[in-house]
T-cell receptor
Framework: DADVTQTPRNRITKTGKRIMLECSQT?????MYWYRQDPGLGLRLIYY???????NKGEISDGYSVSRQAQAKFSLSLESAIPNQTALYFC?????????????FGEGSRLTVL | GEDVEQSLFLSVREGDSSVINCTYT??????LYWYKQEPGAGLQLLTY?????DMKQDQRLTVLLNKKDKHLSLRIADTQTGDSAIYFC???????????FGQGTTLQVKP
């Protein structure tokens, strides 16, 4: 079983719809992240959370919101989806006590907004 | 602000060495990383280097860090078709703990 699980893996929706992408982890890590990947742009940080009561904006938070429901769960919401939010979204976790600060990624959620 | 730059594409022949380059701007980076993304998958850590090191070798992989020029490279010796993937350079900010990624370099290995 994957340590970092994202649902849904694929979603097609229409402009204006509300979408939630969910992430759960079994690694016991406090830190969780949401990135989006676009061809030629790499990964850009949307939001991150260093513990259940901590939420921080990343580089591109406009149009997105997050909720850290528990240590193991971090969800990303698009309140009113627009076509330029079509992308591959990744959730990741990390443990600051681990040397190197490695990120552990989920397999991604591909979102298409028509 | 923080920025990480990579070239977008590299093509090599099987058995040759591949060198993927990266430049970054944050002089306070603690660690620099190379991640690999295979088609349809998430990113996986290949290797990382602490900012006070110049070089790190791990089997076929050699990482070189020139801190003065803020330049990081990944050399893959004896490149195989299974090495075909997107390679991301990333830096961590020691103050925020965030990782900043480059655009990714697509490595194509021809038989």
């Amino acid at each position: 079983d994957a340590d970092v699980t994202q649902t849904p893996r694929n979603r097609i929706t229409k402009t204006g719809k509300r979408i939630m992408l969910e992430c759960s982890q079994t690694k016991g890590h406090d830190r969780m992240y949401w990135y989006r990947q676009d061809p030629g742009l790499g990964l850009r940080l949307i939001y991150y959370s260093f513990d259940v009561k901590d939420i921080n904006k990343g580089e591109i938070s406009d149009g997105y919101s997050v909720s850290r429901q528990a240590q193991a769960k971090f969800s990303l919401s698009l309140e009113s989806a627009i076509p330029n939010q079509t992308a591959l979204y990744f959730c990741a976790t990390s443990d600051p006590k681990r040397p190197g600060g490695e990120l552990f990624f989920g397999e991604g959620s591909r979102l298409t907004v028509l | 602000g923080e920025d990480v730059e990579q070239s977008l594409f590299l093509s090599v022949r099987e058995g040759d060495s591949s060198v993927i380059n990266c430049t970054y701007t944050d002089s306070s980076s603690t660690y620099l990383y190379w991640y690999k993304q295979e088609p349809g998958a998430g990113l996986q850590l290949l290797t990382y280097i602490f900012s006070n090191m110049d070089m790190k070798q791990d089997q076929r992989l050699t990482v070189l860090l020139n801190k003065k020029d803020k330049h990081l490279s990944l050399r893959i010796a004896d490149t195989q078709t299974g090495d075909s993937a997107i390679y991301f350079c990333a830096e961590s900010n020691s103050n925020t703990g965030k990782l900043i990624f480059g655009q990714g370099t697509t490595l194509q290995v021809k038989p």
